[in-house]
């Protein structure tokens, strides 16, 4: 049985519901600390896959998907969601799939309309943000939250670029030590709340740390 054998297709997608917990998110005060890590990469004679760039913070880690063709243009779409041009090869079951699993039996999983069975862990993997063009697509990966101590497995399967499934084990720890160098920039505000973007804070009134009152600006 393969690594990603419990993802069921499904003849239409629905969103679930977003489970919500404390650790959910990163604070945007938080500096993440280098990881030391990486990179780790899966490549044959057309495609490359590359996770490079991870960061670790007090909630999760981050890091950086690359992945790069060969050939121009790409036989195949190159993102996860970004839909292919016309003439590209599409097969069942053969776009791009990556998973994560822990140490303690959890798994991730980052595939278009991947839908986790009842009882999945709490764990989350989601996109935050990718681009490219020609031959190379980044994607951005926000995980959370931090990783049990000892190995982690990345697994990689692309069935359109003839790549198998293919892990590479990493050793989780450095994320865990790293993390704690991750520390709030102003630690008395790390309990306030964040707002849902970057112009609505700018209409509230400020607050200050200390006393949770709000300030005129």
Same mark, same amino acid.
């Given at each position: ?11 239409? %997608? ?19 600390? %280098? ?183």
């Amino acid at each position: 049985m393969g690594f990603f054998s419990e993802i069921q297709p499904t003849a239409e %997608f629905v969103e679930p519901e977003p489970r919500r917990v404390k650790w959910q998110g990163t604070s945007d005060d938080t500096v993440g600390a %280098f990881v030391p890590i990486g990179p780790f990469q899966v490549q044959n004679e057309e495609v490359a896959i590359v996770a490079t760039g991870f960061f670790a913070y007090p909630t999760g880690f981050t890091f950086t998907l690359v992945t790069l063709s060969r050939l121009t243009p790409p036989p195949a779409p190159l993102s996860f969601h970004h839909p292919g041009s016309t003439g590209q090869r599409h097969t069942p079951g053969g776009e791009l799939r990556f998973g994560i699993g822990f140490a303690d039996g959890s798994k991730l999983f980052q595939l278009a309309h991947a839908i986790p069975r009842a009882d999945s862990s709490l764990r989350s993997l989601r996109s935050r943000g990718g681009g490219g063009g020609g031959r190379k697509w980044t994607s951005e990966l926000w995980c959370e939250p931090l990783p049990p101590e000892g190995n982690m497995t990345f697994v990689f399967e692309w069935g359109d670029y003839a790549i198998p499934e293919t892990s590479i084990d990493v050793d989780a720890t450095a994320i865990v030590n790293a993390a704690i160098s991750a520390l709030p920039l102003w630690p008395e505000d790390a309990d306030l709340p964040e707002g849902s973007d970057h112009s609505s804070r700018a209409a509230m009134r400020h607050y200050t740390s200390s006393e949770f009152r709000k300030v005129d600006p």
